[in-house]
């Protein structure tokens, strides 16, 4: 079942702008991640943030985590074209088991 | 590194067919591979675990005997969809993970089943 509610479900942006995506879950976590799907590929592994840590950065990708709001949001700055695509937040039990977001797609204009 | 192939990409075929689908890793031992399922514009659904060298865990709802997993190698796990119909056509995407603790699995590409 999902557990993660993505919001939006869906962006559109300019190219240049920031894109701010939310992931809010219901049961503990040992982890939250977020990874990219372009149009018919696999998944792309962005940032894994731990149960303790509450922010965490990688090149232009922001991730916070609020474990007692059970929340996480990605935040993507200075867009690029080559941005567009699906996001997607997912939890990890201790069994590294993943249950996903319905995600976001973002759609980077140039 | 960590580098997931899943093979084939698309497949197309009749009603009836069985369809095995591989995903190796190439790079790593993969002690846990998952498969998940995934609908047009939708989000993955899990299907199932697997352990190397132990029986698949399947999600509720999702038929074992339809849905055969192996998982016999550290770097080798299989799908089968047996006597597949239309409403297997889907995204099958598979996933590996080295087992340590709070680091994320590797997908790979994925594949279009079509069945006619």
């Known amino acids: 079942s999902q557990q993660g509610e993505e919001d939006p479900q869906a962006l559109s942006i300019q190219e240049g702008e920031n894109a701010t995506m939310n992931c809010s879950y219901k049961?503990?976590?040992?982890?939250l991640q977020w990874y990219r799907q372009n149009s018919g590929r696999g998944l792309v592994h962005l940032i894994l943030?731990?149960?303790?840590?509450r922010e965490k950065h990688s090149g232009r990708l922001r991730v916070t985590l609020d474990t007692s709001k059970k929340s996480s949001s990605l935040l993507i700055t200075a867009s690029r074209a080559a941005d567009t695509a699906s996001y997607f937040c997912?939890?990890?039990?201790?069994?590294?088991?993943?249950?996903f977001g319905g995600g976001t797609r973002v759609l980077v204009k140039p | 590194g960590a580098v997931v192939s899943q093979h084939p990409s698309r497949v197309i075929c009749k009603s009836g067919t069985s369809v095995k689908i591989e995903c190796r890793s190439l790079?790593?031992?993969?002690?846990?591979m998952f498969w998940y399922r995934q609908f047009p514009k939708k989000s993955l659904m899990l299907m199932a675990t697997?352990?190397?060298?132990?029986?698949?865990?399947?999600e509720q709802g999702v038929e074992k005997d339809k849905f055969l997993i192996n998982h016999a190698s550290l770097t080798l796990s299989t799908l089968t969809v047996t006597s597949a119909h239309p409403e297997d056509s889907s995204f099958y995407i598979c996933?590996?993970?080295?087992?340590?603790?709070?680091?994320?699995?590797?997908f790979g590409d994925g594949t279009r089943l079509s069945i006619l």
């Open positions: 697997s352990n190397e060298g132990s029986k698949a865990t399947y």
């Open positions: 996933s590996a993970t080295d087992g340590a603790r709070n680091q994320p699995q590797h």
């Open positions: 943030i731990r149960s303790n840590e």
């Open positions: 049961t503990s976590i040992n982890n």
């Open positions: 790079d790593f031992q993969a002690t846990t």
């Open positions: 997912a939890t990890a039990n201790a069994g590294n088991k993943l249950t």
